[in-house]
């Protein structure tokens, strides 16, 4: 991530268990935004991402280009200087087999258009391994135009496109570009959870006519259809074993009314009767929603949880730790957490289902974000593809 909010330069190695910390303003936010912010790139939605942000220029790193050691020993003030370089937004990942990167610039003036402050994608790249190499491109985009290099290692000509419009959605072609197609649809099962509703006109407080769903939408309306589907097609032991951890003794159940309708309750013990969804507190639902989104019976490659902790009392959170690294065994997960109670249980947790457990701490210097304990710390060996 380049030029981001406070994300002047941030290349961080990820493994199958991931947890972003750090103090209040030291960049977990803004990280969890670019990671959606490149999810929408698959979608062909950056450039409207981005402008319910403000815009490009309201995004931009907001700090001088380069920070020199004398600005950093205190001998001279942070202050502007002549600009060197294009302005650029980059975004990418690399995974064993793939990498691709996303480079966002400023559009020349234009005064015969009513959207001349929309971002252009200057820069788009798909390449086999980690690190991007010429030799190892699968798919370019320069400006306005897209090659794609066949199996014999040939380039196509040049095809082009518009400089709104994401490779990935308009070049998915399985004849002419199946590796675009298959990290196109790869990015495209992250899922990302951030604060739920659960206040009393929450869609999940109502009941709803239930259909098959084995994902939780983002904001839990269907929280009764993903956990019935758990229940008949997923994990049953382990819906039942993630309520009693939370609450002992116990049970939950889905109601099935009139016309297909669909009801959660929660059977305590001592209680004569269960307790409906608008009787549950904030923090129980929060918890409900937590099983459903991390026992999903149809796994995505990358799950990012964005403050999972909010809510809920420090109890709740061995058994919360519990679900994420299970679900860590079964897909890649990001949580991005500023709650040091969490962090404990996550780590004996993840100790005990054997998965390697990641914690990037993060830290504010001259306003940009950095990974915090370590002067030295480069991050894994990246190259952003030249303009």
């Known amino acids: 991530m380049e030029n981001y909010r406070s994300l002047r330069r941030l290349v961080v190695p990820l493994t199958e268990l991931n947890i972003v910390t750090g103090p ?30 403000g815009g490009l220029p309201a995004t931009l790193w907001a700090g001088p280009e380069r920070i020199g050691r004398a600005v950093r020993e205190g001998i001279y003030p942070v202050q502007g200087t002549v600009r060197k370089e294009p302005v650029a937004l980059r975004l990418g990942f690399a995974m064993d087999d793939f990498g691709y990167a996303l480079d966002l610039g400023l559009p020349p003036p234009d005064r015969t258009t009513a959207f001349a402050l929309d971002p252009e994608i200057k820069r788009e790249s798909i390449w086999t391994g980690p690190v991007l190499r010429s030799a190892t491109v699968l798919c370019d985009r320069i400006g306005g135009f897209v090659k794609v290099r066949d199996d014999n290692g040939s380039w196509s000509a040049p095809v082009p496109i518009r400089h709104y419009d994401s490779m990935l959605s308009e070049f998915a072609d399985p004849q ?27 869609p999940l407080r109502r009941a709803q006519v239930g259909t098959r769903t084995p994902v939780l939408s983002h904001d839990g309306a269907d929280l009764a259809a993903v956990l019935q589907t758990i229940r008949e097609t997923g994990d049953d ?18 109601a099935r009314g009139e016309n297909g309708v669909l009801s959660v309750k929660l059977r305590q013990h001592g209680l004569l009767r269960p307790l409906g969804v608008e009787e549950l507190s904030d923090g129980t639902l929060r918890y409900l929603l937590w099983v459903a989104a991390l026992l999903s ?21 061995p058994a919360l730790a519990g679900l994420i690294s299970a679900a860590a065994t079964r897909t890649q997960v990001i949580a991005v957490s ?4 969490l962090l404990d249980p996550l780590a004996t947790s993840a100790r005990s289902a054997g998965t390697e457990l990641t914690t990037i701490e993060l830290a504010k210097e001259f306003g940009e974000t950095v990974v915090a304990g370590s002067d030295a710390f480069d991050g894994p060996a990246w190259h952003w593809p030249k303009r």
């Open 176 to 202: 002419r570009a199946p590796e675009v197609l298959g990290l196109r649809d790869q990015i495209r099962s992250w899922r990302f959870y951030d604060h739920f509703r659960t206040d009393a006109d929450a």
């Open 297 to 317: 019976p149809r796994p995505a490659s990358l799950l990012v949880l964005n403050e999972p902790e909010t809510s809920l009392h420090t109890d709740l959170l």
């Open 338 to 341: 500023h709650a040091s109670q």
């Open 237 to 254: 032991k382990g819906l039942d074993a993630a309520i009693d951890s939370a609450f002992p003794g116990s049970r939950l159940e889905v």
């Open 24 to 53: 209040n303003g030291s960049g977990k936010s803004s990280l969890y935004r670019a990671l959606r912010l490149l999810a929408d790139g698959s979608r062909n939605g950056v450039v409207a991402a981005l402008a319910r942000e």
